[in-house]
């Protein structure tokens, strides 16, 4: 896979290396989850040089740790101090929870911590917050045990917890594979804030799904993860990311004359892009 297949890793971009990194500790990770009994990424591929045995799975899980961790120190953990030790404590709570079951009852695994390993964990995840169990979902909890790239929405609603914090983010681990493949095709080279936007436009259905309006089109009120009413449409079976494009391209031939010519042009660009990438890699 990835590095090895093309020679050496100097031939990749900074963004691709960051994009391998979170690839391969996606893999190990969801490879262990699904030990556990639970659902990984869709999109993980079996990690390489990893073998069914416990030893080498564990191993792997660290060392794959220890160099997403190494590769966000000039990113999420830059400002973090005594980063070595915040990287060697959170590897050690990994293996424990691997060893001792954390990963298939995470709120019990996370009760018996002390408060430092707690604070460890907070560190890792950037919680403004000191950890409550007490008040942790299952998934809350499953995701403070893994690594931020390696995160899962576990009950598909289209938020991924961490902790009592909830994040959209696109992909997600319910992202089929196909899907994943031709975004990061698309967006290569996309600075930090094009492809945030593009990836808020990608939930906008989970969003707007929620809103209730009156007959005049007022805002009356949104539906909240856990209420009832709550969907994500994202997680229907007939859900097409085909015609997600399709529909883009058309709000945007509607708009041509009420937006600037350049947002036109760069939007259609890159719907028309994704939509013949989403093609070629057999998404739906």
Same mark, same amino acid.
């Given at each position: 896979?990835?590095?090895?297949?093309? +020679? !050496? !890793?100097?031939?990749?971009?900074?963004?691709?290396?960051?994009?391998?990194?979170?690839?391969?500790?996606?893999?190990?990770?969801?490879? =262990?989850?699904?030990?556990? %009994?639970?659902? %990984? $990424?869709?999109?993980?591929?079996?990690?390489?040089?990893?073998?069914?045995?416990?030893? !080498?799975? @564990?191993? +792997?899980?660290? *060392?794959?740790?220890?160099?997403?961790?190494?590769?966000? /120190?000039? +990113?999420?953990?830059?400002?973090? !101090?005594?980063?070595?030790?915040l990287k060697q404590s959170f590897g050690e709570i990994i293996? *424990?929870?691997?060893?001792?079951?954390?990963?298939?009852?995470?709120?019990?695994?996370?009760?018996?911590?002390?408060?430092?390993?707690?604070?460890?964990?907070?560190?890792?995840?950037?919680?403004?917050?000191?950890?409550?169990?007490?008040?942790?979902?299952?998934?809350?909890?499953?995701?403070?045990?893994?690594?931020?790239? &390696?995160?899962?929405?576990?009950?598909?609603? +289209?938020? @991924? *917890?961490?902790?009592?914090?909830?994040? /959209?983010?696109?992909?997600?681990?319910?992202?089929?594979?196909?899907?994943?493949?031709?975004?990061?095709?698309?967006?290569?080279? =996309?600075?930090?804030?094009?492809? &945030?936007?593009?990836?808020?436009?990608? =939930?906008?259905?989970?969003?707007?799904?929620?809103?209730?309006?009156?007959?005049? %089109?007022?805002?009356?009120?949104?539906?909240?993860?856990?209420?009832?009413?709550?969907?994500?449409?994202? &997680?229907?079976?007939? $859900?097409?990311?085909?015609?997600?494009?399709?529909?883009?391209?058309?709000?945007?031939?509607? =708009?041509?004359?009420?937006?600037?010519?350049? *947002? $036109?042009?760069?939007?259609?660009?890159?719907?028309?892009?994704?939509?013949?990438?989403?093609?070629?890699?057999?998404?739906?």
């Amino acid at each position: 896979m990835k590095i090895d297949s093309l +020679g !050496s !890793s100097s031939l990749l971009t900074q963004s691709q290396q960051k994009r391998e990194q979170e690839h391969d500790v996606q893999n190990i990770f969801s490879a =262990m989850l699904a030990q556990a %009994g639970r659902q %990984g $990424y869709a999109s993980a591929e079996a990690p390489d040089q990893v073998s069914d045995d416990q030893q !080498s799975l @564990t191993e +792997g899980l660290q *060392r794959t740790w220890d160099s997403w961790f190494t590769g966000e /120190l000039n +990113g999420r953990y830059s400002q973090v !101090s005594n980063s070595k030790e915040l990287k060697q404590s959170f590897g050690e709570i990994i293996v *424990r929870a691997h060893e001792e079951g954390g990963y298939v009852d995470p709120q019990s695994f996370l009760q018996n911590l002390s408060q430092d390993e707690l604070a460890v964990i907070q560190k890792v995840q950037s919680l403004a917050s000191p950890i409550q169990v007490g008040s942790l979902t299952e998934e809350g909890a499953l995701n403070l045990l893994l690594p931020p790239a &390696a995160q899962v929405d576990l009950n598909h609603d +289209g938020i @991924t *917890r961490s902790g009592v914090a909830k994040g /959209l983010r696109f992909p997600s681990s319910n992202t089929p594979a196909a899907v994943v493949k031709a975004w990061e095709e698309t967006t290569e080279g =996309m600075s930090f804030g094009e492809k &945030a936007v593009a990836e808020l436009q990608m =939930m906008l259905p989970l969003l707007t799904a929620n809103l209730v309006v009156d007959d005049n %089109g007022k805002f009356v009120r949104q539906y909240e993860p856990g209420d009832p009413e709550f969907r994500n449409p994202l &997680a229907a079976s007939d $859900y097409s990311y085909v015609t997600v494009t399709k529909n883009r391209l058309d709000a945007l031939e509607f =708009m041509k004359n009420e937006i600037p010519p350049d *947002r $036109y042009e760069n939007q259609k660009s890159f719907w028309n892009k994704f939509q013949q990438s989403l093609i070629d890699h057999g998404a739906e």
